[in-house]
DNA sequence: CTGTCTAGTCCTATTTTAGGACCAGTTCGA
DNA sequence: TCGAACTGGTCCTAAAATAGGACTAGACAG
C-alpha cells in the first residue's frame, strides 16, 4: 500500500522524515555538501537507478533543499546545489555520520572522516541550553502541542 | 527490486541511513525517548501496521539500539527500551526535530517543543572543532578512506 | 471459567524500487 | 561539418516493501 504520510504530524521529526526520510535523499544531500552537482556525478557515486534519482531529485528542489543553476563550466547543461534550507540539513547528516562511526564500524576498520580547514577531526555535536550548557537526553523532555504542563 | 543495502559501505552515514534511514524505525527512536515502552503503545501511537512494527523492532534489538526487558508492571509482558547505543541517536532525533521546525511549520504554526529540566526550550546543536570553536559546514570537509591529501 | 487484552502471525492488494532499454539534445574529435 | 559519444533524462517490467485487516495463543481480570 502507499506509503503513510507523516506531512501533518505536529512533530517536526515526523514531518523532516516525511521530506527527507526516505532510502536516498540525505545520501543525495551528503553528496552535495561534498560537492556534487551534476546528475551524473549523482548517480554514478550513489549507483542510483536514473529514474529514481530524476524523482527525488525533483522531490528535493520542490521542497527546496536544492536548485537547478546554470553549470558552472558554461556547457549548456544544469547543476544541482543546496540551498540555504538545504545547508540546515548538515547538522543532520554530521549526527548520521557520528553515529554510524561510533557504531557500525569494528574497531580499526577504515571509513571517511570529517575534518576542519586544518585537517583536524571534528568534535561531537552538543547540544547547548539556552544558558550555554550541554545537555544530553535525560536533561530534555518533549512538551506536546497543547500540553499545558510547564 | 529489494531496496540497495549500504552496509558495507565506507561512509558511515550511509550505514547509518542502511541501519536506521527506513520509514519507520527512527519515528520508534523518538517515542522511545518520549517514554514509550510497549508494543501496544508504539503500535497506536504511530499507527503502524502490527506486522511493520514487528519487524522494526526486531531489526532494532538485532542492532542493539533497543532491548526487551521484563515489563516494569510486573506482569508476564516485555518492554522494549534504549540501549546505550539507541540513546546515542539523541543527536539525529534533535537534528531532524530542529531542522523540521525550522523549515516544515508555516510562521506561528504549533508544534511540540525540546525543552531541558527546567522547561526552557534547548538551543541549537553545536558541531564544535577540537579547540572548541563553533564550525558550520563550510569550515568542513570530507577526508576519503585511503585519500592522502591533508 | 469466561471474556477481554496483548502481542503478535499471516495473507492480500497496492505501491515503491532497481535495473535496463530507449531517446533527444549537447559536445567532442577528425 | 559531420558522426560518435556523452548527458540527462523517460518509460517499462519484475521483484520487494508496505498498509491494512483477519486471525490466534497466552495473560489477565472479574
Known amino acids: 500500500m502507499k506509503r503513510t504520510g507523516f506531512a501533518r504530524a505536529d512533530c517536526p521529526v515526523a514531518r523532516a522524515l516525511d521530506a527527507i526520510g526516505d532510502w536516498w535523499s540525505l545520501l543525495i544531500v551528503r553528496d552535495a555538501f561534498d560537492g556534487l552537482r551534476r546528475f551524473g556525478d549523482f548517480q554514478q557515486n550513489l549507483g542510483i537507478a536514473k529514474g529514481m534519482l530524476t524523482a527525488r531529485l525533483r522531490k528535493l528542489v520542490e521542497l527546496g533543499v536544492l536548485e537547478q543553476v546554470a553549470a558552472s563550466d558554461g556547457s549548456a547543461y544544469q547543476e544541482y546545489v543546496l540551498t540555504k534550507r538545504g545547508r540546515a540539513l548538515f547538522p543532520v547528516v554530521v549526527s548520521l555520520r557520528q553515529w554510524g562511526e561510533a557504531n557500525l564500524f569494528a574497531r580499526g576498520e577504515p571509513h571517511s572522516v570529517l575534518v576542519d580547514a586544518q585537517g583536524e577531526r571534528v568534535g561531537q ?3 547547548p541550553s539556552k544558558a550555554g550548557r550541554p545537555l544530553n ?14
Open 125 to 127: 555535536l552538543v547540544l
Open 137 to 150: 537526553w535525560s536533561d530534555t523532555r518533549v512538551k506536546k502541542v497543547g500540553s499545558r504542563k510547564r
